[in-house]
């Protein structure tokens, strides 16, 4: 598996309902969950102040980040994404990735 930074923003379109909104977050709370337990989120943190998140998520390859990690959020449709692979650095002092 490897590292991805994910930096999400998440648009609302103009003229999506309430409901809408709601069916989706709440659907959004549990698909994380999954994610979580599969080991495919690992953390997830929101900048103070600010309506993004910044995630760190494992996967393959970026292929399969986008399409079968990522792209069954339910958000998916409204957000966009930058994406960073990373890979470890000799000084990092946590533990080591094999």
Do not use: C, Y
């Not at 549990?30 to 998140?53: D, F, M, Q, T, Y």
């Amino acid at each position: 598996m490897r590292d991805f930074l994910v930096e999400i923003t998440t648009t609302v379109p103009e003229g999506t309902s309430q409901d809408e909104v709601d069916r989706r977050r709440a659907a959004e709370a549990v698909r994380a969950k999954e994610l979580a337990a599969s080991g495919n989120l690992a953390r997830l943190w929101r900048p103070i102040g600010e309506l993004r998140s910044i995630g760190l998520w494992r996967a393959a390859d970026e292929t399969e980040l986008l399409e079968k990690v990522l792209g069954t959020l339910p958000l998916r449709p409204w957000m966009t994404l930058v994406v960073t692979a990373l890979e470890p650095h000799p000084n990092d002092p946590g533990p080591s990735h094999s």
